[in-house]
């Protein structure tokens, strides 16, 4: 079983759509199929972390099962939009979390810092507002290894620019890659 977590429908649909999964819960908004479980949950920490909670207490994970945050992020402009970073860690504040899941991957890799706003300021690393606290939380039910992180460059530091449509469109170009690193992870 495969649990995603995202922050927004938008980059949830693409998955809903390819695994064929049922909205089960409308608030928090979840859904299910035969291999997956996807909630979305909202912008920011707080939210990421409640709704990893919630996934986790619907079904308890079982030991081949994976744990994935799916979402969009700024990164620096060395990173095209629409490029998918598998994150080798994850820093909030002074915190840092290694994330040796895709360790092997071909995508590239990067720090992926968690913060409470959206971000304008160039910085070294990606920058998301959800992974650090979905990786935490997923922590007490998850060995490290099986959880990931898979962001995909929506912009370089200019939020405004982001919209609904865009995190879709971007999400939905990379949603095959994604699940071929995702189906690669589960065996």
């Known amino acids: 079983m495969i649990y995603f977590v995202c922050a927004f429908k938008a980059e949830a649909r693409p998955f809903i759509d390819r695994l064929r999964l049922s909205r089960t819960q409308e608030r928090p908004l979840i859904y299910r199929g035969d291999d997956a479980i996807l909630i979305v949950g909202g912008m920011g920490a707080k939210a990421a972390a409640d709704a990893t909670r919630t996934v986790m207490e619907l079904r308890p994970p079982a030991e081949e099962d994976l744990l994935v945050n799916l979402g969009i992020c700024a990164a620096p402009?060395?990173?095209?939009?629409?490029?998918?970073?598998?994150?080798?860690?994850?820093?909030?504040?002074?915190?840092?979390?290694?994330?040796?899941?895709?360790?092997?991957?071909?995508?590239?890799?990067?720090?992926?810092?968690?913060?409470?706003?959206?971000?304008?300021?160039?910085?070294?690393?990606?920058?998301?507002?959800?992974?650090?606290?979905?990786?935490?939380?997923?922590?007490?039910?998850?060995?490290?290894?099986?959880?990931?992180?898979?962001?995909?460059?929506?912009?370089?530091?200019?939020?405004?620019?982001?919209?609904?449509?865009?995190?879709?469109?971007?999400?939905?170009?990379?949603?095959?890659?994604?699940?071929?690193?995702?189906?690669?992870?589960?065996?």
């Open 77 to 187: 402009a060395r990173f095209a939009v629409g490029t998918l970073l598998a994150p080798a860690s994850l820093r909030c504040g002074p915190e840092e979390m290694p994330l040796p899941s895709l360790r092997k991957t071909t995508l590239p890799r990067i720090a992926l810092r968690t913060v409470d706003r959206p971000c304008d300021e160039p910085a070294e690393t990606a920058v998301d507002m959800e992974a650090f606290a979905v990786a935490e939380t997923a922590a007490a039910f998850f060995p490290e290894e099986r959880i990931a992180v898979l962001k995909i460059v929506s912009d370089h530091f200019e939020p405004d620019s982001v919209t609904p449509k865009l995190a879709e469109r971007l999400i939905e170009k990379q949603a095959e890659n994604i699940l071929k690193h995702l189906r690669f992870m589960l065996h």
